[in-house]
């Protein structure tokens, strides 16, 4: 496959969407960076891919709808002419209301954006890599959806937990025709939206708790997703990867 590889990656206009699109471009890649709204921050994550060594082109789209999912497919292979990695990234609306509280529509809208969001772009990814005889699936997860540490994360854990288990049927269904799925699942990283929302004392007291003894970063998670993308995750299939810091094995 050379070292001019081609991924997609949803939600890439910033956090770890913009983060794995970078680490992507280190390694010599072609990325496709989607975003739904923030086209400034996009064209600025091409430009960080072309400046690590790699290329670009920033394409928006609402990968929950099957009609943009597939046309953003469709744009990378006009782009670049083949599609080697997937990342679905995109992040759909959290709620964090404890179940007592919670609608079923919002319950019910959060499962199924999630499932959408990975759904239709795999399903038009997935045309083109069994064609090819090869390619990585990578969806990004979170550790709620095994771990049930924040209760009013109800909707949240079982939304990426569905997505887990969606990963993993696609690596064994899929694993004949050369094509690798699995989940990269974060714990608490600090993005710019989650300092926003989250005091410093809880930011203190999750590092305190965690045994590298600090709270995740974007680049954390982009390293791994880029690596299990690329070569290196050849033999890597229906895995889930924590990314805590340790956090996960401490419980």
Known sequence: MGNHQVAVVTGAGRGIGASTAVELGKRGYRVVVNYFSRAADAHQVVDAVRAAGGDGVAVPGDVRDPDQA??????AMEQFGQLDALVCNAATPVRFTPFGELA????????TDELAAAFHVTAAALKIMTA???GRLVFVSSDMATHSAVPSGIAHGTAKAALNTFARYLA???GPSGITANVVSPGYIRTGNSAANAPADVTETLAAQTPLRRVGVPDDVGR???????DAGSFVTGTIIPVTG???AAR
């Open 70 to 75: 597939a046309s953003l497919i469709s744009t």
């Open 104 to 111: 079923w529509n919002d319950f019910a809208t959060k499962v």
């Open 132 to 134: 090819q005889g090869h």
């Open 172 to 174: 064994v269904e899929y």
């Open 224 to 230: 791994v997703i880029a690596a299990i993308a690329d």
């Open 246 to 248: 340790g956090l996960h």
